[in-house]
């Protein structure tokens, strides 16, 4: 397989990835990008790979990690869905939209680790151990990251629920 040949069959996956890891199309076409020259570079080390998809995903999550020290990479689009939201009745058809624009937006506000672990978890269905292998971390490092993140989120989606105690 040539390089030409990968990206016309992968990029829109690879692209789909890093979206759903930024939180950010604009700036998974700029991962992805990047990556894809780095991996231009040296293809025939890659395509020499088992699975060299699997080795380009988890440049574009490396990438992406790195990324987040960089100036333009702090900045969350709070763009997304409407602060201000009004309750909608249940039947209203752009309540659905509202709220997956809503959690999109708290997505994109976790840190980066906590909001690549969901994405590996939830998009692409890999478990712990694959995330933590993927990761370079411990399986606990990565039950804590989605943890957390599960625990912010449900925290910023229900502002009036009380935590519970055990006890």
Sequence with gaps: MTFNEFVTARLPALLRYATVVTCDPHLA????????LRVQQRWSRVVRLDMPEAYVKRMVLN???SWRRRRAAREVPLSIGRLDRVATALSDPG???DDRDELVRHIAALPPR???VLALRYFEGMADDEIAALMQ????TVRSHCSRALATL???LNPTSTPVTGG
């Design 63 to 65: 990438e992406f990690l």
């Design 154 to 156: 449900r925290a910023a």
């Design 95 to 97: 309540a659905a939209v």
């Design 114 to 116: 906590q909001r690549a």
């Design 29 to 36: 076409e700029d991962i992805v990008q990047e990556v894809l």
């Design 137 to 140: 971390c411990r399986e606990i």
